[in-house]
C-alpha cells in the first residue's frame, strides 16, 4: 500500500471509531504519525496499533487517540495540560486544535526525542518539562482540559484539583477486573462537584508514580 493509501486507511479507521468532528479528522490527517514512530516500526505508522517507541512505552493507537481527543472537546482557545507526552503524537494533535499544550513527561529522553519532533513539525505552541505528571503544572493551573495518557487506579486528585469550573478531564483508569476504562470527569461551573462518566475499555501503561508513595492516592469519592 502506497503512503497515501495508509494515510486514508487511518482517516477510515477515526470516521469508524465514531469520530465526526471535523477538527479531529483534520488534526489526525494534518499530524505525521510517521513522525512519531521509531524507524524500526515506520511500516506500521498507519496501522491502528499502539507501537514501542522505547523505555517500555508506546504510541497510543490512533483511534485512541481520536476517541479521548474528541471525548475531551478542546476548543481553539483553550491551554491544555497533556500527563505523559510518550512519543509526542498526541501532543501534536492537541496543539492543532489549541492554544497551548502544557505536557509533563517523567522519562528524559523520551521527551528529547519528543521536543525534536514537535519543533521539526512546527509545533511551536507547545510548553514541556520532566515531571511527575501526578502533579499536574501547579504554576499554570487551573486548566480547562486535562488529558492524561498512562492509567492510575482512580482519578489522581490534585489533577482534578486543577481543573477548572465547567473543566473536562479525560483520564485511563484501572478498573478491579484488571482492565482499565476511560473516563471522563466534568467539574461542575456552579457547584465545583466531579461527575464521572465512563467512556469504554482501553488499553494504557501504568502512570507511574515518581515521587513519593502518597501521590499514589486516587480520589473515588468525587462523583
Ligand atoms: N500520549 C503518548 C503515549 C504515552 S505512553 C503518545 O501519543 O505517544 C504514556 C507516557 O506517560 C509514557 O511516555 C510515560 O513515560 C509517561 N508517564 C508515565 N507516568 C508518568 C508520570 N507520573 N508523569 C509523567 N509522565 C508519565
Redesign the pocket.
Known amino acids: 500500500m502506497t503512503p497515501h493509501g495508509r494515510k486514508l486507511r487511518l482517516a477510515t479507521v477515526v470516521r469508524e471509531a465514531g469520530i465526526a468532528d471535523s477538527g479531529v479528522l483534520s488534526a489526525m490527517a494534518q499530524v505525521p504519525r510517521e513522525a512519531?514512530v521509531p524507524e524500526a516500526f515506520q511500516d506500521q505508522a498507519y496501522e491502528n496499533r499502539a507501537l514501542p517507541?522505547g523505555?517500555g512505552?508506546?504510541?497510543?493507537r490512533p483511534d485512541v487517540?481520536a476517541t479521548m481527543t474528541d471525548a475531551l472537546a478542546p476548543t481553539r482557545r483553550m491551554k491544555v495540560l497533556?500527563?505523559?507526552?510518550?512519543?509526542?503524537?498526541?501532543?501534536a494533535i492537541l496543539a492543532h486544535l489549541t492554544r497551548r499544550v502544557y505536557t509533563?513527561?517523567?522519562?528524559r529522553s523520551?521527551l528529547r526525542l519528543?521536543r525534536e519532533r514537535l519543533t521539526r513539525l512546527r509545533c511551536h505552541n507547545v510548553t514541556s518539562r520532566i515531571?511527575?505528571?501526578?502533579q499536574g503544572w501547579p504554576e499554570q493551573a487551573p486548566f480547562p482540559r486535562i488529558l492524561v495518557?498512562?492509567a492510575a487506579s482512580g482519578v489522581p486528585s490534585r489533577l482534578a484539583d486543577q481543573l477548572d469550573p465547567g473543566g473536562v478531564m479525560v483520564t485511563p483508569v484501572t478498573t478491579p477486573e484488571g482492565g482499565q476504562e476511560l473516563v471522563r470527569l466534568t467539574r461542575d461551573t456552579d457547584t465545583g462537584r466531579f461527575t464521572e462518566e465512563r467512556l469504554g475499555q482501553v488499553r494504557?501503561?501504568?502512570?507511574?508514580?515518581?515521587t513519593d508513595g502518597s501521590a499514589d492516592r486516587a480520589d473515588h469519592e468525587r462523583s
Open positions: 512519531f517507541i523505555h512505552q508506546t504510541v497510543s487517540v497533556e500527563v505523559g507526552t510518550g512519543s509526542g503524537y498526541q501532543t509533563v513527561e517523567q522519562d523520551l519528543a515531571g511527575d505528571g501526578w495518557t498512562a494504557f501503561v501504568p502512570l507511574i508514580s515518581t
